[in-house]
């Protein structure tokens, strides 16, 4: 039983490309694992759309990945890890889950100095206050100041990562919080690490990024780890990706801004039958 959840895939998914930044960093501390992606891209963006509809998708992606034998399920997706966790956990208990909410505030939390943290998101996931729960619960001292920045999701679909107009969007988002003296950002979204750069420049360098990706890939780890469920084979993982539809750039723009070679990999499902 050991053997065959060592041999099985992590299943990883999200809205769309966002996902992909997470994939990246467990890809490079756990680079002997298999990999399954789901980038629901024919519903992107989920996160403008009501809970309920959000719940609904999170449990087609997670039937899909449970139909590939995953052994644990990374929800690469900070909308549907604001509002659907109860839900998945109580709808499928014999799958772990690692969201990535949790690993992302409790980073957040131990590097702050001045204990004034920003937060942009999604307007589903700043709207359910998950974040500011999550911060005051490691430390009720933490002031938290959130922004929806529903703008930032399509640019990076789209492509445009960097640029005038790209650049416009983030200061005006930014500058508000920025302005409250935040010595800490959290990027809550799993699309936004592919705008950490412009991000940077805006914000200086007395603010700390926290980028989801990172903390989240060490979860991983560790769980894989305590639970001795780790592949041991000795070569890299396969990484397959899945979409529920294949826009034309989208090899391109990920291999552009993640470096990842997607051509052979990439196959559509229709997620509305699961
Ligand atoms: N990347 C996702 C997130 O972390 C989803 C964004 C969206 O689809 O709106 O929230």
Redesign the pocket.
């Known amino acids: 039983m050991k053997k065959k959840l060592q041999n099985s895939p992590v299943g990883i998914f999200?809205?769309?490309i966002?996902?992909l930044t997470v994939l990246k960093e467990i890809r490079k501390v756990l680079p002997n694992e298999d990999l399954i992606y789901f980038g629901d891209t024919a519903r992107?963006?989920?996160?403008?759309k009501s809970v309920a509809t959000i719940q609904k998708y999170a449990i087609q992606d997670v039937n899909f990945l449970l139909k590939k034998d995953v052994k644990l399920i990374v929800v690469?997706?900070?909308?549907?890890?604001?509002n659907a966790m109860d839900i998945l956990r109580t709808k499928f208990k014999n799958i772990p889950f690692v969201d990535?909410l949790i690993p992302n505030a409790l980073y957040a939390s131990q590097i702050t100095n001045n204990l004034k943290i920003g937060v942009i998101?999604?307007p589903?996931?700043i709207g359910s206050g998950s974040y500011r729960k999550v911060l005051k619960r490691f430390n009720p001292k933490i002031k938290v100041f959130s922004k929806m920045t529903?703008l930032l999701?399509p640019l990076a679909e789209e492509g445009f990562l960097k640029g005038e107009i790209t650049r416009l969007v983030l200061k005006n988002y930014l500058g508000g919080l920025i302005n409250k003296n935040i010595d800490t950002l959290i990027l809550?979204?799993?699309?936004?690490p592919l705008f950490e750069k412009e991000i940077s420049k805006i914000c200086g360098k007395k603010i700390s990024i926290v980028n989801?990706a990172l903390q989240t890939a060490r979860t991983v780890k560790n769980i894989l780890e305590d639970n001795d469920i780790e592949n041991r084979k000795e070569t890299f993982g396969n990484i397959k990706i899945y979409l529920s539809d294949i826009p034309v750039n989208f090899s391109k723009t990920v291999y552009k801004f993640l470096k990842l070679d997607l051509k052979n990999g990439i196959e559509k499902v229709d997620i509305e039958k699961y």
């Open positions: 999200d809205s769309g966002g996902g992107v963006p989920y996160g403008i690469a997706c900070n909308t549907v890890s604001s990535v998101g999604t589903a996931t529903p999701v809550g979204c799993t699309h936004y989801s």
